[in-house]
């Protein structure tokens, strides 16, 4: 079980906000209370989080990434440091890199363990990594989907992997990723559908090979590969990050002997 550490606790910030009032410790205690439960069906268990924005790639070479996003809540800071302490205790393991973030690390674990990774987090981001021993359990009100390719597939009608692709034509307002202005979800998964990638897409369209249905884009198109690049470049999750090798280190308790 591989946790998006800021975005479990996050969700549950704001699920109990209204309850802080009578515990200022509700958030921590329901949030664990869900960590113990995973222990009864996880043998490794891994929370991630993410390093200063200021130091990622990402940054270097776009730094209005994630310029739309606030500062922490003091009380959801403080809930973090409670949580992280609280982990510790329980014999969680816990990862954070400076110029990595959360996505970075889990994405390396979920593609070299030699078993089942289960990424545990509502971020759509994570959907790239979706294969056959990589599955993401993303939680919504009330329940929670688990996510596979072939269900990713039908609702999306592309490979987890083209997920970068149609990001990078569409953007991600959330992330400050720009996208090509005027491409919507709709029209960019037609595009990588037909085309596989953005540089495939961008070096028809250079070529003058577009499909005649999609001829009409390419007033759109022109002058932006390289804001789709970038863009695409943004969205791509690094499984090379260093990580923790050593498998036993997830295991759930291995920090309490």
């Known amino acids: 079980m591989l946790v998006d550490g800021f975005n479990l606790l996050s969700r549950y910030y704001f699920a109990t906000e209204r309850r802080r009032a009578l515990d200022p410790d509700v958030t ?62 329980r014999g969680i393991f816990q990862s954070e890199l400076a110029g990595y973030e959360a996505d970075d690390l889990m994405g390396a674990v979920a593609t070299h363990f030699p078993g089942e990774s289960y990424l545990y987090s509502s971020d759509r981001d994570l959907h790239q990594l979706l294969s056959d021993s990589v599955f993401q359990i993303v939680p919504k009100k009330g329940e929670e989907v688990l996510m596979n390719g072939t269900l990713f597939e ?37 595009l990588v559908q037909s085309y596989d990638t953005v540089e495939v897409l961008f070096d028809r369209l250079k070529h003058d090979q577009l499909l005649e249905a999609h001829r009409k884009f390419s007033k759109k198109l022109d002058g932006q590969e390289g804001v789709a690049k970038l863009s695409k470049q943004l969205s791509l999750i690094d499984i090379h990050a260093p990580i923790e090798m050593d498998w036993e280190a997830y295991r759930f308790g291995s920090h309490l002997f």
């Not at 730094?63 to 609280?86: I, N, Q, S």
């Not at 609702?155 to 720009?178: E, M, R």
Request: aromatic letters at 12%; zero cysteines; glycine letters at 10%.
């Open 154 to 190: 039908s609702l999306y009608g592309i490979k987890p992997l083209q997920f970068v692709d149609v990001k990078a034509l569409q953007g991600d307002a959330s992330d400050n990723i720009p996208g090509v202005r005027g491409i919507g979800p709709k029209t960019a998964t037609i």
């Open 28 to 89: 921590v205690k329901g949030l664990l209370r869900k960590v113990d439960g995973w222990t009864n069906d996880f043998s490794h268990i891994a929370f991630f989080w993410d390093g200063p924005r200021e130091s990622t790639h990402r940054f270097a070479i776009f730094p209005e990434y994630k310029a739309t996003r606030t500062g922490l809540p003091e009380p959801l800071f403080d809930d973090y440091v409670k949580l992280r302490a609280a982990l510790t205790e």
